[in-house]
């Protein structure tokens, strides 16, 4: 008798399935969560939470946003929908060895109509072992083919090889970096070009130390730069060819080889900023370097001039 009516439950399960369905197992959710005690076969709910980014990020709808509950390493990520990343209420980290930390790649969809991207509160770490010996082996923090805009916030970024910003676009892209601290890199700290459109970038109180150079347009770059350092970088900003131009304001470039230089065809315009203590503080090479107003070249091995001087109204 116990037989039979295990067989009949059965049966009305299925039934009842058949009848009213059994509805999404693996619905994408508006906002998702993770933790360092997460487990990415949970539904990354916050009772339930995922353990890295990319395990959220296939649970996480577009334009939805990925929360850290608690402080962990969620490792690598590509990103290629519309989604917020905020860990700015605990620690966040990725460890990035020989890898990049975080690629995005939005392309263009019907269904992702804004194509943007916010990433607050990340700390990014491109520490790895080369046999031995402990080195920086990350390759890139944050690498931008696609995306409308590009928001990074609250971040920090250290030790990669290629660059702590990337923008190597196919199409135009607009980036805002704003609290950002970018230090120990091999190449560039800041780095934008595009072969269509133009990277429109807003960089507001941004630190870069000890790169090869700080920030660098490389080809449709635009650029406005204020309230930032930069130190210890063997070049602090560089603008290359007559499609780029860098618009700074309130800045300190220091302890660097070359403080500003302006390569052909490009333009630097600065105000209220202070280059100092660099082995040449102003390289208009080929480039125009234009001062605004309040600006102190000083303590310089070579100061360099401005190429014009233009007076606020």
Known sequence: MAKKLIISAAMLIAIGLLVFGAGPVHAQATRTWVSGIGNDADPCRRTAPCKTFAGAISKTAINGEIDCLDPGG???????????????????????????????????SANDPTRTVVLRGVTLNGTGSS?????????????????????????????????????NATAGVNLLLSDVAIRNITNQGVRLTTTAGQVVAQLDNVRVYTTLTGVETTNRGRVGLRNSFFSHNTSGVITNGSDNQINAQNIFVTFGSVGLRANAGSTIRVGDS????????????????????????????????????????
């Open 131 to 167: 046999g031995t010996v402990g080195t920086r082996t990350g390759l890139v923090g944050i690498n931008i083919t696609q995306a409308a805009a590009v928001s990074v916030e609250q971040t920090v970024i250290n030790d990669f090889v290629t660059a702590g910003v990337l923008v």
């Open 74 to 108: 969620f490792g690598a990520l590509t990103i290629t929908k519309s989604i917020t990343i905020d860990c700015s209420a605990t620690l966040g980290s990725i460890l990035a060895s020989g890898t990049n930390a975080i690629n995005i790649n939005v392309a263009v």
């Open 274 to 313: 202070f280059i100092v203590q660099n082995a040449t503080g102003l390289n208009a090479n080929g480039g125009s370097l234009i001062s605004l107003s309040n600006n102190s070249v000083s303590g310089n091995t070579t100061p360099g001039v401005f190429t014009s001087t233009e007076v606020k109204l």
